[in-house]
Antibody, heavy 123, light 110 residues
Framework: QVTLRESGPALVKPTQTLTVTCTFS??????????VSWIRQAPGKAPEWLAL???????FYSASLQTRLTISKDTSKNQVVLTMTNMDAADTATYYC????????????????WGQGTPVTVS | QSVLTQPPSVSGTPGQWVTLSCTGS????????VHWYQQLPGTAPRLLIQ???NRASGVPDRFSGSKSGTSASLAITGLRPEDEADYYC???????????FGGGTTLTVL
């Protein structure tokens, strides 16, 4: 069974750096085709894609946020970490991680398993 | 303003058939595949349809997806009260060089 669980601070001050961790089980990020994405969803808004890391350690970022984002993985711990710098009230959202199981380029695939999300308030 | 346009709300009665639309452009839906998610209140999105028309594991065959040109649709037949949720379409945009979501449609089962 594939599961993902997000963890991180519930409250962050403006200008601080947010670090959220996705701990997963049921698959390995060393397996060809496996990817993990971060997505956030502000209250009452649509999801917004942030970043993706794949089994080969390739990293992809939202063009509008890429200067503030860093994604990394620790395959020994089955974790993916996202950092976002210079947090602002507009970054208040629930942050989700999700898996993509691909057989080709990631942009042809949906996110088949999501974590429950971790809410982050910037204030 | 989302790159993919969805009607904010759709409603139907139990047993009815409804369709939810998702309109994009040549740089996204016109070139890449569309995926659909269901989000029940207070929960994470759940993948319903992948690759335009493939139901995800465990998704009832009441749900079906299609794509034509720069638009996609999610059809739900035999509407049930438990189908009341937000529905989002998702694709990739080669101009923005990133994954994009629609603004979402709230389905109300009257």
């Amino acid at each position: 069974q594939v599961t993902l669980r997000e963890s991180g601070p519930a409250l962050v001050k403006p200008t601080q750096t947010l670090t959220v961790t996705c701990t997963f089980s049921g698959f390995s990020l060393t397996t060809t085709g496996m990817c993990v994405s971060w997505i956030r969803q502000a209250p009452g808004k649509a999801p917004e894609w942030l970043a993706l890391i794949d089994w080969d350690d390739d990293k992809f970022y939202s063009a509008s946020l890429q200067t503030r984002l860093t994604i990394s993985k620790d395959t020994s711990k089955n974790q993916v970490v996202l950092t976002m710098t210079n947090m602002d009230a507009a970054d208040t959202a629930t942050y989700y991680c999700a898996r993509l199981a691909t057989a080709g380029a990631y942009y042809y695939y949906g996110m088949d398993v999501w974590g429950q999300g971790t809410p982050v308030t910037v204030s | 303003q989302s790159v993919l346009t969805q009607p904010p709300s759709v409603s139907g009665t139990p047993g009815q058939w409804v369709t939810l639309s998702c309109t994009g452009s040549d740089s996204n839906i016109g070139y890449y595949e569309v995926h659909w998610y269901q989000q029940l209140p207070g929960t994470a999105p759940r993948l319903l349809i992948q690759h335009n028309d493939n139901r995800a594991s465990g998704v009832p065959d009441r749900f079906s997806g299609s794509k034509s040109g720069t638009s996609a649709s999610l059809a739900i037949t035999g509407l049930r009260p438990e189908d009341e949720a937000d529905y989002y379409c998702q694709s990739y945009d080669k101009v923005l060089r990133g994954v994009v979501f629609g603004g979402g449609t709230t389905l109300t089962v009257l």
